[in-house]
């Protein structure tokens, strides 16, 4: 019976932790939503035919004026806040995640093979890294940005306006999983079980893949979870210096850049919804992260 | 050990140069300098001597040792937009960055290491959880969010503070700082609040752990079998080998800092480098987007460069060797 | 004097509260110096951080009288009980290196604690701690103590350490595993140091260890505890010569003598899985014996590695690992490699599976040359023939890999069996041959015990099939009992299958019971070599002699 307790010891501790669980279910929903955006949203901010201006500027529900079509108000454009918000959301979670998926492959893939090679290669990984990290993530990504602006053509601009933008922040993010993966990895080398599979004269890419990637993952799950809120915050505020996404596909950040200009003349929906739901979202990835990170780390309990 | 600074000289100038080549690549990969510095009048052949007269046809390795020698004497180049020295705009804003920079990293640190102590010492106290639910919150609000909850309660609701620009400044030699006047102090408030909160979360977090993985070491274990007061255990012992590993992120996040105040600036309408950073990327004036790529990392290096030497001033493990 | 009844300390979990120890009886007096004696999980320490006040949180005392003379220590305020720490109780650790503040000097280590816990000025404190260290054996003390932790070499730290803890003038000073690091030659001298402090100070020594010789070679009393309970106290004369009680009769057996070679320990019957059916497996494995024993020669054999640069001037110095070492292995038999740590001893291990890659020499397996690491290709023979179980049972077997996947992976990788479901099987009749059952195939490694899991690697390395084995400190990690029944499956298995092994061990009297020859290793060089008879009864060098006086035994007159 304790045996299978301790198993599931993790799933315990999340029952038991109301942060955690306060958490899972905000960002579920979340996540949900952003899916199915599509779906539930009464409007579609990228499709310009579906809203008018003539609609514009209302406020939320319990307010004054409002149409009750419209629960949480609309935006200077005629937009239906929580229509902008879902589609919004789901923008800074594709750009988010795609980012960290590309970032997470080149960096622990990186980190693994400077770990098991170790001398030259590794010198090489981590003077690239040094020098990444001598500039910090912000530059990294508008720095890219930059230069794809002055590379590309203006006609094709708009549309690579997400790739570029997931590239940037793939690039600044890649040094975390590089360096984690690496430490990490030159512990699991010192291991015996390790030195038993090279000793058996198992390839290079067997042991790193099939031997040490499974016992590294732990620490590499949590640097995920930060990472994605990283790369959330980053594409945030990217947008919010207008630099990332354009007013008429509108993710969070953009939303809450159009909404300053709103701050004083007391429509305050436009700017205080998107924060408040971006503010959401990282918080409740970031308290899942913390919670990882205390499961893989047994002693501070 | 001399031969510990040494390589790292090595390593802090090959990153300079790596830095370097990537800032000279944009120069010349990115558009055309020709047709940005001269619009559409100029004839080609006009043009092409220019090109020649400039050195652009030049190899590739002379071109990048003339920049490097220019750089380091100071010769920045032009800006597209402004036609202007590319170095007089940098020093120009340079010390409303710094000031801010370093008004922000103080506030981070005053606040965020006894914080983190305390929050090691006292694990279950009351205060300790709230310190560190804030934290989670802070570091979950992007700074530029933080920026704009401050502009609107102490700017707009309350209006104790202004909300843009640096207020008063006094101009001292090449420095225009705005440290000596009570309205620069009360516009570098806010901006210095905002940049510095970020860091200070981490600060704090960083600490804390840090903190509690020493507390657990044997040596405190000895030192409490062996009836040392608590006071000395806690801070003689436990905080100062905290510190150790704490002064190397120090050096991190003052890259941090120098990054985040660009967005810092933007909201504040701050006139430092980031902003003229921000600027450059949206007329893509390449010359300044570049030295601003060189002077931050130059700054980064520097201060790492600097804790470094400092670790090896404070752990006798890096200094001494055994003694038999 | 202290006076301990009836102690009983737990820990509350989620699971309900767990007893570390229970109803725990001890006395120590005076000068005398008590052996507190048990296997892992026994409780030792558990005791020892019960009478000073520093149990890991959450761990309480429930129950139990603790009186040192005539003060209670239960009924002490949190500040009182922090007095008596170190003025009149004192504690030192296993390992002096994570015992001292690495970024103080001894002498603000040792002044500070003087101060602590008397009136004396700094210069009377200083004087003081030199006068101390002086007393302990370290030479040059006025300028030694200037020094900081991790310039001393192990040996003086632990005397640093004993200084530190005597510095205060304490009545009992508990000592946790107190030489389990250290050398034998410094183990010894450090043993000396205890019994001396003890003689002249009267302190009172509570001394937590798990080495049985030890005990014997100092403790005047002894305390024997198993699973949190005191199972036989008395004087150590008795206790270990002639136990009274099961446990500690059953303990004393699979204590490996020095002086003497036994065939099989006698492992209690209940235990005894020392190789059971396996009928698949035997037969496979006696196929491989088709092909003849196998003996390993090495010739001049040398290994260099080059250091880190640490000067801009000098170039980076060399180490020498192994030097001229020439060795010969007799097919079908166990050569002993006896060395203390940093001898080579593993080097020398990875040398011949082509983990280190050798300067100089030859190595030949059988009637091949083996090539050097750095050359020697993935497919070599060698590379199945030469199998190896490691020391540390926790990191030898993957943690995120089934038995059953760890058992197969050599069946697939040199292409033994092909049908999958067959190559299950035979690695469950090879789990029942190293007396495991069969049902383990499907766990993980962190669901078994430490000397389950080095059943588990002898399993994987006989999956191999090898004529030759290299087995590296393979019970250092164990149990005594335990150490016991691995050390009787090896032997049952090799006299069996015909393997030739090479068991390297820094415990002289492990060796000396499995070894046929044996082999004495000193930084890299070789000292002797000899059948184990002649190396242990007469041996030639220097070396071996001071090692073999050194080691703490149990005198012979106190077995009956």
Redesign the interface.
């Known amino acids: 019976m304790?045996?299978f307790?301790k198993k599931y010891e993790g799933l315990?501790l999340f029952v038991h932790s109301p942060s955690a669980i306060v958490a899972a279910m905000v960002a579920t929903l979340i996540i949900l939503g952003a899916i199915f955006a599509s779906w539930i949203a009464l409007v579609n901010p990228y499709d310009l035919a579906s809203f008018s201006l003539f609609d514009g500027l209302l406020p939320p529900v319990w307010q004054d004026g409002a149409n009750p079509k419209y629960l949480l108000g609309t935006d200077d454009q005629g937009r239906d806040m929580i229509s902008a918000i879902l589609y919004g959301a789901r923008l800074s979670l594709i750009i988010g995640l795609s980012a960290l998926t590309i970032a997470a492959v080149i960096g622990v893939g990186l980190g693994l093979a400077a770990g098991y090679y170790g001398g030259r290669f590794d010198a090489v990984v981590m003077?690239i890294a040094?020098?990444q990290?001598?500039?910090?993530?912000?530059?990294t990504a508008?720095?890219i940005?930059?230069?794809a602006?002055?590379?590309l053509p203006a006609a094709i601009q708009q549309d690579l306006r997400v790739a570029v933008l997931t590239l940037a922040i793939a690039l600044s993010l890649w040094v975390n999983f590089a360096r984690t993966a690496r430490a990490t990895t030159f512990v699991q080398m010192n291991?015996?079980?390790v030195?038993?599979?090279?000793?058996?004269?198992?390839?290079p890419s067997r042991v790193m893949f099939v031997?040490i990637l499974?016992?590294i993952l732990g620490p590499l799950l949590v640097i995920m979870t930060v990472d994605l809120?990283s790369a959330i915050?980053l594409e945030?505020?990217l947008s919010?210096?207008?630099?990332g996404l354009p007013a008429d596909s509108p993710s969070l950040?953009t939303l809450?850049r159009i909404g300053?200009q709103f701050?004083?003349s007391g429509e305050w929906w436009i700017?205080w919804i998107p924060?408040l739901f971006?503010?959401a979202l990282?918080?409740s990835?970031?308290?899942l992260g913390?919670f990882l990170r205390d499961i893989f780390n047994p002693?501070?309990r | 050990m001399v031969y510990f600074i040494v390589k790292r000289m090595i390593q802090s100038v090959f990153v300079m140069l790596a830095v370097a080549f990537l800032a000279f690549s944009l120069f010349r990969f990115v558009g055309d300098p020709i047709t940005q510095m001269t619009g559409v009048e100029t004839s080609v052949v006009d043009q092409e001597r220019l090109r020649e007269e400039l050195g652009l046809n030049d190899p590739f390795v002379s071109q990048f040792i003339r920049f490097t020698g220019d750089m380091l004497q100071g010769d920045f180049g032009y800006s597209y937009r402004t036609r202007q020295p590319v170095a007089d705009m940098i020093t120009e804003r340079v010390p409303a960055t710094l000031e801010l920079g370093v008004v922000a990293l103080i506030i981070s640190l005053l606040v965020g290491v006894p914080a983190g102590v305390y929050t090691a010492l006292k694990p279950r106290g009351i205060w300790t959880q709230t310190i560190l639910m804030t934290t989670l919150v802070g570091v979950s609000v992007p700074t530029f969010v933080i920026g704009i909850m401050l502009i609107f309660l102490f700017g707009v609701q309350l209006g104790w503070l202004p909300t843009f620009g640096r207020g008063g400044t006094v101009q001292i030699g090449n420095w225009e700082s705005s440290l000596f006047t009570f309205s620069g102090w009360r516009a570098l408030l806010l901006p210095a609040i905002t940049l510095g909160v970020y860091q200070l979360t981490l600060t704090m977090r960083l600490v804390r752990a840090e903190m509690m993985e020493v507390m657990r070491s044997d040596y405190i274990r000895f030192a409490m079998a062996r009836g040392v007061p608590m006071r000395k255990l806690h801070y003689k012992h436990a905080m100062v080998n905290t510190m150790v590993p704490v002064i190397t992120i120090i050096g991190l996040q003052f890259g941090g800092v120098i990054a985040f105040s660009i967005v810092t600036e933007s909201v504040f309408q701050w006139p430092g480098m980031g902003l003229l950073f921000l600027e450059s990327i949206r007329f893509v004036d390449i010359p300044v987007m570049g030295v601003y790529l060189v002077v931050i990392a130059f700054f980064f290096v520097l201060v790492n460069l600097v804790v470094d030497l400092l670790y090896v001033a404070i752990d006798p493990r890096l200094r001494l060797r055994e003694l038999e | 004097m202290l006076t301990i009844k009836d102690l009983t300390v737990k820990f509350p979990s989620r699971f309900g509260d767990f007893s570390a120890i229970e109803c725990v009886d001890m006395t120590i007096k005076p000068g005398e110096i008590h052996g507190l004696v048990g296997e892992s999980g026994a409780g030792k320490s558990t005791v020892g951080a019960a009478v000073i006040g520093l149990l890991q949180a959450p761990g309480y005392v429930a129950n139990g009288i603790l009186t040192l003379g005539d003060t209670d220590l239960r009924d002490l305020t949190a500040a009182q009980a922090h007095e008596v720490r170190g003025d009149r109780i004192s504690m030192i650790f296993q390992d002096p290196q994570t015992s001292l503040n690495p970024l103080m000097t001894i002498e603000d280590q040792l002044v500070e604690t003087i101060q602590a816990h008397s009136d004396a000025s700094k210069t009377a404190a200083r004087r003081r701690a030199v006068d101390l260290l002086e007393d302990i054996g370290i030479q040059n003390a006025s300028q030694r103590i200037k020094a900081y932790p991790h310039q001393f070499s192990g040996g003086m730290r632990q005397r640093v350490v004993i200084a530190l803890a005597i510095c205060t003038d304490p009545e009992l000073i508990i000592a946790d595993e107190p030489t389990t690091a250290l050398d034998v030659a410094v183990q010894s001298q450090v043993l000396d140091l205890i019994k001396q402090l003890a003689r002249e100070r009267q302190i009172a020594f509570m001394l937590i260890t798990h080495d049985i010789g030890v005990i014997a070679q100092v403790a005047n009393r002894v305390t024997v505890m198993r699973k949190g309970r005191v199972v036989e106290t008395g004087d150590t004369a008795q206790v270990l010569g002639a136990p009274k009680h099961p446990y500690t009769r059953a303990l004393m057996d699979a204590v490996p003598p020095l002086d003497q070679k036994i065939d099989r320990f006698r492992v209690p019957a209940a235990d005894d899985t020392a190789v059971m059916q396996g009928d698949t497996a035997e037969r496979w494995l006696l196929e491989g014996q088709q092909y003849g024993l196998t003996g390993l020669a090495l010739e001049n054999l040398t290994v260099t590695f080059t250091g880190q640069r640490t000067s801009l001037f000098r170039k980076p110095s060399h180490y020498v690992a192994l030097e001229d070492v020439t060795l010969t292995i007799r097919p079908g038999s166990i050569m002993g490699l006896v060395g203390e740590s940093g001898s080579g001893k593993s080097t020398l291990a990875k040398a011949i599976t082509g983990l280190v890659t050798p300067t100089y020499g030859t190595m030949i397996l059988g009637d091949t040359v083996l090539p050097f690491g750095s050359s020697r290709s993935r497919h070599h023979s060698s590379r199945q023939l030469v199998q190896m179980v490691f020391q540390d049972p926790y990191s030898s077997l993957n943690p995120r890999h089934r038995i059953g996947d760890i058992l197969t992976e050599p069946l697939r990788f040199y292409g033994f069996v092909k049908d999958p479901a067959e190559r299950t099987s035979l690695a469950a009749s090879m789990l029942s041959l190293v007396g495991m059952q069969p049902d383990a195939i499907i766990k993980y490694p962190h669901q078994f015990s430490g000397g389950q899991r080095q059943r588990i690697a002898v399993a994987r390395a006989l999956l191999a099939r090898p004529r030759f084995l290299i087995c590296d400190e393979p019970t250092s990690a164990l149990d005594v009992s335990i150490q016991a029944e691995i050390l009787n499956l090896l032997k049952e298995l090799q006299a069996r299958f015909g393997l030739t092994i090479l068991f390297i061990s820094h415990n002289l009297a492990v060796v000396r019971q499995m070894a046929d020859d044996t082999a004495v290793l000193r930084n890299g060089k070789i000292q002797e070599v000899n059948t184990t008879e002649v190396v242990y009864q007469s041996p030639q060098a220097k070396y071996t002699k001071s090692l073999l006086a050194q080691t703490p035994e149990m005198p012979k007159s106190w077995r009956h």
């Open positions: 304790i045996a307790l315990w003077r040094d020098v990290l001598a500039l910090p993530a912000i530059l508008l720095l940005d930059g230069i602006r002055g590379i291991k015996e079980y030195q038993a599979a090279i000793m058996m004269g198992q390839r031997h499974p016992n809120a915050l945030a505020t919010f210096l207008g630099i950040g809450i300053m701050m004083l700017l924060t971006l503010i990282v918080v990835i970031n308290i913390d002693r501070l």
